[in-house]
Antibody, heavy 123, light 108 residues
């Protein structure tokens, strides 16, 4: 059974940093692309960042480019999101999600999602 | 960048009735479109990919169609567990990955 478990969220002050983690199990993590997707209060789903299986191609939403960094450790079956220079508008529930792409340099759609972790940015 | 526009924003439907949700792409994405269901407090769930192929375990009452840049998700007979928010997402080119704004299906 595929499982994705996010951690690392919390209440943070504007300008601070935090690293989210996603522990994956139930599939060969190193073969698949992965994403972070968020949902702000009262808003829809917003894609944040994606990374291919070998970290060869990485993409970011314009809203986080230059502030957030996605990474993965295939040996540890883990996905990360380093979030710097946090803003109030980064307040959201952050989901880790698995892409269907296998050993590919592009990403497609998301077939499994975690339960998410809440990040609140407020002074 | 392709913009995905979903309509209506909210759809009020009685249990047992049909629900028809629309998603329009600002340019061709061919059939590279997925639909997701998001219930409150739960992880989003993949329903449809390739515009019309149901994902594993998705009931037959969910169906997807494409006409040019217009996509439709139909739920043939709504059950209580189907009241949720539905999102479309194109995957014709990445990055970025683009979701529509969502359609909330609520009980009438």
């Amino acid at each position: 059974e595929v499982q994705l478990v996010e951690s690392g969220g919390g209440l943070l002050q504007p300008g601070r940093s935090v690293r989210l983690s996603c522990a994956a199990s139930g599939f060969t993590f190193g073969d698949y692309g992965m994403h972070w997707v968020r949902q702000g209060p009262g808003k829809g789903l917003e894609w944040v960042s994606g990374i291919t299986w070998n970290s060869g191609t990485i993409g970011y939403a314009d809203s986080v480019k230059g502030r957030f960094t996605i990474s993965r450790d295939n040996a540890k079956n883990s996905l990360y999101l380093q979030m710097n220079s946090l803003r109030a508008e980064d307040t959201a529930f952050y989901y880790c999600a698995k892409d269907i792409s296998v050993d590919s340099n592009t990403l497609y759609y998301l077939d499994y999602w975690g339960q998410g972790t809440q990040v609140t940015v407020s002074s | 960048e392709v913009v995905m526009t979903q309509s209506p924003a909210t759809l009020s439907v009685s249990p047992g009735e049909r629900a028809t949700l629309s998603c329009r792409a600002s340019q061709s994405v061919y059939s590279n479109l997925a639909w997701y269901q998001h219930r409150p407090g739960q992880a989003p769930r993949l329903l449809i990919y390739g515009a019309s192929t149901r994902a594993t375990g998705i009931p037959a009452r969910f169906s997807g169609t494409r006409s040019g840049t217009e996509f439709t998700l139909t739920i043939s007979s709504l059950r209580s567990e189907d009241f949720a928010v539905y999102y479309c997402q194109h995957y014709n080119s990445w990055p970025p990955l683009t979701f529509g704004g969502g359609t909330r299906v609520e009980i009438k």
